[in-house]
């Protein structure tokens, strides 16, 4: 019904008036103004990726999830300088700055401290997904940004990950109050947003993209959750989970110089295609 009613609106006689199609060049005008005059007028400057922060997930007494041969926190730190390594090789002019080099602790909001000091441009946490014993088919890449977890898993994700405070001093003080074995502390905090989130899903979906259909993996989409970790950087920020250290197979992969390369090789190009991207070039 709708349908006819704006078919009848469009009659040839209105098609031909002039002064209709004036007005609507004239409203055409006006929408394209809108769509460009907000970035112009804003004096926003162009944005450019010169300093890009990764954290390798955990380290020290928290070696985060454990598969049956390798601990998380092993396999995190072995990515990140790889990452590292390559960013510098391939991005001139790109400045790396790791949140650890060696397997030390360091607490969540010191990770997102060492970004803001930095004066991060994107900030890049790895982590190994985990899961419990009667699920441990589960295997696959997942990328998460901050927003409010629309399934049972990436709120347990979120909780696994955002545990670890639990081994820090101060954590009631450092963190607000947050309690991590609260599922509604969770759900509360995820609805924090920042600036940032629609530069940060950019970068996650191309992660995501690469590992999917650049790397061979099994991609189980860019989700949303509330991580402390991304909480407080004042930049793009994602958490990559390269894959499930509880699926046997997957473990395996994670711990294989071949593996660890591609899925590198993966996350250097999402930035690479982000990077371009926004910078025009
Ligand atoms: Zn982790």
């Known amino acids: ?6 078919a009848s609106k469009f009659t040839p006689y209105s098609l031909n008036n002039r002064t209709s199609m004036k007005n609507i060049v004239r409203v055409l005008g006006i929408l394209a103004l809108l769509l460009v005059v907000p970035v ?8 450019r990726v010169k300093r890009i922060v990764i954290d390798a997930g955990h380290g020290g007494h928290d070696s985060g ?7 998380e926190k092993d396999v ?37 401290k060492i970004a803001n000091n930095n004066n991060a441009d994107l900030f890049i946490s790895i982590h190994c997904n985990g899961i419990l014993k ?24 979120a909780k696994r990950e955002n ?16 309690d991590p074995k609260s599922p509604e502390s969770h759900i509360l905090f995820a609805m924090y947003q920042n600036s940032y989130n629609d530069y940060s899903l950019r970068l996650a979906q191309n992660i995501e993209h690469q590992f999917k ?15 402390l970790v991304l909480w407080k950087t004042t930049a793009p920020s994602v958490l990559v989970e390269v894959g499930f250290i509880t699926h046997p197979e997957e473990e395996k992969y994670l711990n294989s110089q071949a593996g660890q390369s591609y899925i590198v090789s993966g996350i250097f190009r999402a930035i690479r295609d982000y990077k371009e991207a926004l910078e025009g070039s």
């Open 1 to 6: 019904m709708n349908f006819v009613f704006l």
């Open 40 to 47: 112009e007028a804003t004096g926003i400057k162009k944005y």
């Open 65 to 71: 999830t454990s598969g049956k041969v390798s601990k």
């Open 76 to 112: 995190t730190l072995r990515m990140a300088l790889e990452l590292g390594a390559t960013i510098k090789k391939h991005m001139k002019g790109v400045e790396v700055i790791y949140t650890r080099k060696k397997d030390e602790f360091v607490t969540l909001h010191g990770r997102a």
């Open 134 to 157: 009667r699920k441990q088919q589960a295997y696959g890449t997942e990328t998460y940004t901050m927003g409010l977890p629309n399934s049972k898993h990436n709120l347990e994700v």
């Open 163 to 178: 545990e670890v405070i639990l081994m820090e001093d101060n954590y009631e003080d450092n963190y607000g109050g947050f």
């Open 213 to 227: 259909n650049r790397v061979g993996r099994r991609s189980r989409g860019v989700k949303q959750s509330g991580f």
